[in-house]
């Protein structure tokens, strides 16, 4: 029993130990970063002369840029919508825009979206990003593949079809299309601009003609199948109508079959839908759901680029990062020099 004692004091030294030593670690740390704040504090003390300079100098020079050298420019977004535009059309396209900008001779970019040179000279720099992000998207259409196949186990189809059309995301195929240009007012024709520019590309117009071609050609159908059904629904209720003032006994029906010839009710349920399909497409004939402008550019007073305040609070916080390296410099090389 007395063997066991100091063992287990000797342990118990050794735990003591282990917190102590953890305590001054986390303690050093702790002086240490103490240390450093206080070395940032003093070194401007110390050194007022060389940092009142630098943040001087820093007011100077960013009060110039911003007021004198620096472009002010304007920033407005659009969000266009169509099936037929996707992630990497919509890049390639404001790719080409972008290159064609940043040329010095801007008669390409006036070329290419049909506005006078001096519009396009404005213009700074184009970007667009799809309205609903990729991953909802990817996220969207494994649910759809999902139900899909839960469709195999299940007898009602239609309800598989509700779900799916109620997890559609609206404007999943919507990009957010923002420009830059240096002056304001030429928003509106750089807008209609660029709606040109993406609906009269060959890829996305001949569908725009197709789409509005089959839907007339749908309208004319369905006219004219509303205008047979009014002429059946007449006779059938001019019928029903003689025969109900007819007496009873009398025998000048003319009895074709055992069965009804036609179902009236059959026949006006049929006129409601196709009175619902006709405003569909003249629906889809009037807002052109297949491309369309969700909102337009707005244009702006002030403009999105930084303030002279905010440009000059960035060169004195350049300024004082400067005087830190400026000193951290000079105390190195004073330390070579003593040590050569």
Same mark, same amino acid.
């Given at each position: ?22 305590? $001054? ?22 050194? @007022? &002369? ?7 100098? *820093? ?6 840029? !911003?007021?004198?050298?620096?472009? @002010? ?19 390639? &396209?404001?790719? @080409?825009?972008?290159?064609? &900008? ?18 396009? %000279? ?5 970007? !667009?990003?799809?309205? +609903? ?10 649910? @759809? ?15 598989? =079809? ?39 590309? $060959? ?27 009014? /002429? ?8 029903? %109508? ?8 009398? /025998? ?5 079959? =055992?069965? &009804? ?9 049929? =006129? ?11 629906? $889809? ?15 702006? /007073? ?8 905010? +440009?000059?609070?960035? *060169? ?11 000193? *951290? ?12």
């Amino acid at each position: 029993m007395e063997s066991q004692k100091p063992a287990d004091r000797t342990d118990e030294i050794d735990l003591g130990q282990l917190f102590t030593k953890m305590g $001054d670690f986390f303690a050093s740390i702790w002086f240490g970063f103490m240390r450093f704040f206080a070395l940032i504090r003093r070194v401007p003390i110390e050194n @007022k &002369a060389t940092f009142l300079l630098l943040i001087a100098g *820093a007011i100077v020079v960013g009060s110039l840029y !911003a007021n004198f050298l620096k472009k @002010k420019f304007y920033e407005t977004s659009m969000i266009l919508s169509s099936d037929y535009l996707n992630k990497r059309i919509v890049d390639n &396209a404001i790719e @080409k825009l972008n290159l064609l &900008a940043r040329e010095v001779d801007t008669r390409g970019l006036a070329r290419v979206l049909r506005i006078p040179d001096s519009l396009a %000279k404005n213009i700074l720099e184009f970007t !667009a990003k799809p309205f +609903v992000k990729e991953t909802d998207l990817i996220e969207l259409e494994v649910l @759809k593949e999902q139900l899909k196949n839960a469709q195999l186990e299940s007898k009602n189809k239609d309800v598989i =079809d509700q779900v799916i059309r109620r997890i559609e995301i609206e404007n999943r195929h919507a990009f957010e299309i923002t420009v830059r240009v240096y002056n304001p007012t030429i928003i509106r024709d750089l807008e209609n601009a660029l709606i040109l520019f993406f609906r009269d590309n $060959d890829y996305v117009k001949k569908r725009i003609d197709i789409t509005k071609s089959n839907l007339l050609a749908k309208k004319q159908k369905l006219l004219k199948d509303r205008q047979k059904l009014d /002429s059946l629904k007449e006779i059938i209720y001019s019928n029903y %109508k003689s025969m109900a003032m007819q007496s009873r006994q009398g /025998s000048n029906n003319v009895i074709l079959s =055992d069965k &009804a010839v036609t179902d009236p009710v059959q026949i006006y349920q049929q =006129d409601i839908i196709a009175y619902n399909e006709l405003e569909s497409v003249n629906r $889809d004939l009037y807002l052109q759901p297949d491309f369309e402008v969700i909102t337009r550019f707005t244009q702006f /007073s002030e403009p999105s680029s930084a303030s002279p305040v905010k +440009v000059t609070a960035l *060169a004195i916080l350049v300024a004082i990062v400067l005087g830190y390296l400026i000193i *951290a410099i000079s105390t190195f090389n004073e330390y070579l020099s003593r040590i050569g």
